[in-house]
């Protein structure tokens, strides 16, 4: 794409109502064709959020060095996992992309160079999540990579950048889960509803009471924050789009949770509504 066809695309787009923001906790793939409580959760978000023009979605599972967003106009679903039933990679989900929001997107954040990527499409961080809210996937979509390079801080002040999309009818979307261990899953309780280990649970209600207290720069130094935390948040891929939402709260907008529950012991679902 060059400078001409860039410049041709951006979109000056009328103010709208200021959008919400949403954290959502992802877990399993199979959740795009399961039905649970926490599929309901997302449809119903569908159902009550006012309806985006399109949705920008940061998910726990593209990292590339460097800050890339999803430019092409159809983007493929990516089926980004093993051991799954056929039914499940069976499914696609063919939103469309934007181009123009990718190359907005681009023009509104200063603090890197934002790459505009024809290759990646929609993974399962995203798709899996999105399809639940509009099954007709008629909302354009496109995601934004995490530089897996920076640290936390980083990303947060990065996101503050998105902040003017939200007025122009984009829903952003964090898609990860604020506790993610799975070498400590507990197979074994699969089918015990709302089992969590002690060290998950407090960690999670941890993260809950330092989000409703505003308390955001200690969740930007999560590892300071103790053994349950550690345990918790091994790796920051699945903790970082927490932060992505997090960032763009105004003082005057109030945070809530849905589906605040643990899953196989090391996991919660637990998600967040900005606004």
């Known amino acids: 794409m060059n400078y001409n066809e860039i410049n041709q695309l951006i979109t000056s787009g009328e103010n709208t109502p200021r959008m919400p923001v949403l954290f959502i906790g992802h877990g399993s793939p199979m959740n795009a064709i399961e039905e649970n409580e926490f599929v309901l959760g997302w449809r119903n978000l569908g159902k009550t959020l006012p309806h985006p023009k399109s949705i920008l979605c940061i998910s726990a599972h593209w990292e590339t060095r460097g ?54 499409g929609l993974d399962h961080g995203a798709w899996s999540v999105i399809r639940r809210m509009y099954p007709e996937a008629d909302v354009p979509v496109i995601q934004m990579s995490l530089d897996y390079g920076q640290a936390p801080q980083y990303h947060f002040e990065l996101a503050k950048e998105l902040a003017a999309l939200r007025n122009k009818g984009v829903l952003i979307i964090g898609s990860g889960n604020m506790v993610h261990n799975l070498r400590m899953v507990a197979w074994d309780k699969m089918n ?53 939402s997090l960032a763009l709260k105004e003082k005057d907008e109030p945070i809530s949770f849905f589906n605040d529950k643990p899953v196989m012991g090391s996991l919660t679902m637990t998600s967040v509504k900005i606004g």
């Open 67 to 120: 800050t890339f967003v999803t430019a092409m106009p159809k983007p493929k679903t990516i089926h980004d996992f093993g051991g799954f039933p056929k039914a499940l990679y069976d499914v696609e989900y063919p939103a469309p992309g934007s181009p123009e929001l990718a190359v907005e997107t681009k023009q509104i954040i200063k603090k890197t160079t934002v790459g505009l990527d024809e290759k990646w």
């Open 192 to 244: 015990e509803p709302d089992f969590g280990f002690d060290w998950a649970i407090e960690a999670n209600d941890r993260f809950k009471k330092l989000i409703e207290s505003g308390d955001f720069k200690s969740l930007t130094n999560y590892t300071n924050l103790g053994g349950e935390v550690q345990l918790a948040v091994p790796t920051p891929d699945h903790f970082l789009p927490l932060l992505y």
